[in-house]
């Protein structure tokens, strides 16, 4: 019995030690989001703001998208672009990136 608990142990330890591995360090990154101005999009950034990544919003409706970036900033994101994109448009999407990449992410908001 003391040899199945230990065998348990050992694997669980195992499978935490990979799982830290794995991890992404987002700080500093650039990390964009489609969807960020609800759902699942939103969620996801609002539990984790201050990770460190520059943040770079997408959503179509520009109104909402503004006020997710508000809220990140005060919930201790270092810094979010918002861009309203409607990501079925390609021409909107390659905006999107080139916004993301012309380096306007250091610290400024929309």
Do not use: K
Not at 29 to 41: E, F, K, W, Y
Not at 62 to 77: F, I, N, S, T, Y
Not at 90 to 95: E, G, K, L, S, T
């Amino acid at each position: 019995m003391l040899g199945a608990l230990a065998g348990r142990g050992l694997l669980w330890g195992s499978r935490a030690l990979l799982r830290y591995r794995r991890r992404i360090d987002l700080a500093d990154r650039v990390v964009i989001v489609t969807g960020a101005s609800s759902g699942h999009g939103f969620l996801v950034l609002s539990t984790r703001p201050g990770v460190g990544a520059h943040l770079v919003l997408a959503a179509r409706d520009g109104e909402r998208l503004h006020d997710a970036e508000v809220e990140l900033l005060r919930l201790g994101a270092p810094s979010v672009l918002a861009v309203p994109t409607d990501v079925t448009d390609p021409a909107q999407v390659a905006r999107l990136v080139q916004r993301a990449t012309d380096g306007s992410t250091d610290g400024s908001t929309s």
